[in-house]
């Protein structure tokens, strides 16, 4: 399928964790090749990287499929766990909204996005200044903090909560269980002892979850787990299987995504003085430049598709059933879709990055991210126009690659946030 001097160069990069902590180095070593596809020994799949082949399977979700995605890798390396001491942890990943296909997809998709309409949003944009606020005051009280753990991860955690009707105290576990939940995807082949730990995590997420799924159906609110529980279109509704596997997926995706854009981005505005001035002095350029923080540093590098039928991808044949890794990462630092694109550009339009996803399995949260990005940002540079960072963080790279923790010293600015998500307009 391609060469070993290459498949070894990948591999190496994932055994030398030079993906993990820097990326772009490999990402462009890729480019650089004459391959459009490249066979992986530790994820034991093809690796397909150009911006065309990767927005041509997001395209085809008939062919490439969200089915099975992570079920079979979990039963090619678990044959006989998978059916017995993981069984629920392979049920899960069959069912709800990332894990299916037309006509499940559709009507899921149909059902759940009742929760994310423009006017549940809406409401959010006060309280989203209000938590802002809040965390901005806790930081100038310190005049230092992990900007990760202290406000990257504060802002989402705390609206998806929110949003979803969940208490303030629960916040904190509800980050365990998201780490715990996903720790089996952060390595190409983990063990079982790490498959069981995920495993139990997903247990005691799902059994909370039952208890406010019964609270909500005799006492409902206007919160999202509510609106799903109750969630009706010409008589059909969400299975509690389908439930579980929704509530779980916003509440990982809700908080951990964001968490890992606006971690990322602080770390860049520390360390790149010209541009964390430009924003200061034009905030109005703070739209697209989350959008280019999200193609240079997307929260996810890589997401998985299944071939549906024998089919011919980057050149190469692949069989029905075939896992396929799209490094979304490094489509998004493909030179012939993306101009210089190494140069991080604030104005750059378009912007058509893959750090969504694309047609039908766009990001159904994409809206609530790009809400609270812009908004956060430019109340933390208002606060802190002259803060400082460590220029070398650790990086985490899981289902979501993030930086764990930030260490900053902050210089408290005159007056609060000029620019709020209620001026955004979105």
Known sequence: MTSMKKRNAIDEAIESKRLQNNPDAVYRELHAGGERLIFSEKWNAPVVFKYADVSDILRRPQEFSNCGRVVNHLRRTFPNEASSELKLLAD??????????????????????????????????????????????????????????????????????ELLGIPPGMHDQFKDWSVRIVEFMAVPNPDIEVMLRSQTALLELREYLSSVFAERRSHSGDDVISILVNACDDGDRLTEEELHSTCVTLLIGGHETTTSLLGSALWKLGVDRELRQTLQRQPELLPTAVEEFLRTDPPFHRILRVTSRDLEVAGQPLPEGQTVILLLGAANRDGLQFPDPDRFDARRSPNKHVAFGYGMHHCLGAGLARLEAPAALSAFLAAFPDYECEPHPGWHDGMVRSITKLAANLTAGAGDAAYTISEQGT
């Open 92 to 161: 899960h990943y069959s069912a709800g909204l990332i894990n299916s296909d037309p006509p499940d997809h559709t009507r899921l998709r149909r059902l759940i996005q009742q929760a994310f309409l423009p006017r549940t949003l809406e409401r959010l944009r006060p309280r989203v200044d209000e938590i802002l606020r809040d965390l901005i005051a806790r930081l100038r009280a310190s005049g230092r903090g992990d900007l990760v753990q202290e406000f990257a991860f504060q802002l989402p955690v705390t609206v998806i909560a």
